[in-house]
């Protein structure tokens, strides 16, 4: 069995420090570094440092904030149950600027009534603002839940907002 090494580098950005977890071949995790999901700090194996894939999330995060990069392209993975993996792959469908409803979302996966359901995976989504989590909202318009925040969901989409209507 091969041992595939983890690593783990915090970094700064307009929303504050992040981590973001990759092994050789996908990136992991992005998490907020204020929230319990932060790895970088823990003893779970994880090298404290960077390789490829971190450089490249690192470099395409920090041109979506300078408002160059409006999509991701990263090798990324995820591990969870087949309704997490399938929730998480429909947020990478949801257009750059453009917002979605909880409701709209369990459509999209085939599961109508598991509108509570998605709104869960969406808050355990293990790699923020590359997996846009941030572009779902109530029915109503309203912002509800954000693993890191509502400051930061609101951020990003006015970010979003603000450079679509520049492009």
Request: proline letters at 4%; aromatic letters at 8%.
């Amino acid at each position: 069995m091969t041992n595939i090494k983890t690593y783990c580098r915090n970094i700064s950005l307009p929303l504050g420090r992040i981590c973001i977890t990759a092994d050789s071949r996908h990136l992991l995790a992005i998490t907020f570094e204020d929230t319990k999901q932060d790895v970088a700090d823990s003893d779970d194996g994880c090298i404290v440092g960077s390789n490829p894939i971190i450089q490249q999330t690192e470099e395409q995060l920090r041109q979506y904030f300078a408002l160059k990069r409006t999509t991701f392209d990263l090798p990324i993975t995820f591990t969870g149950t087949e309704f997490q993996r399938k929730t998480w792959q429909s947020l990478l469908g949801i257009p750059y600027g453009e917002t979605r409803s909880y409701s709209q979302q369990a459509r999209a996966i085939g599961n109508p009534k598991a509108v509570r359901a998605v709104g869960r995976t969406n808050g355990l989504n293990p790699i923020a603002i590359v997996v846009p989590c941030h572009r779902v909202i109530g029915k109503s318009g309203k912002l509800t839940g954000y693993a890191g925040g509502l400051d930061r969901k609101k951020f990003l989409l006015a970010l979003e907002r603000k450079n679509r209507l520049s492009l």
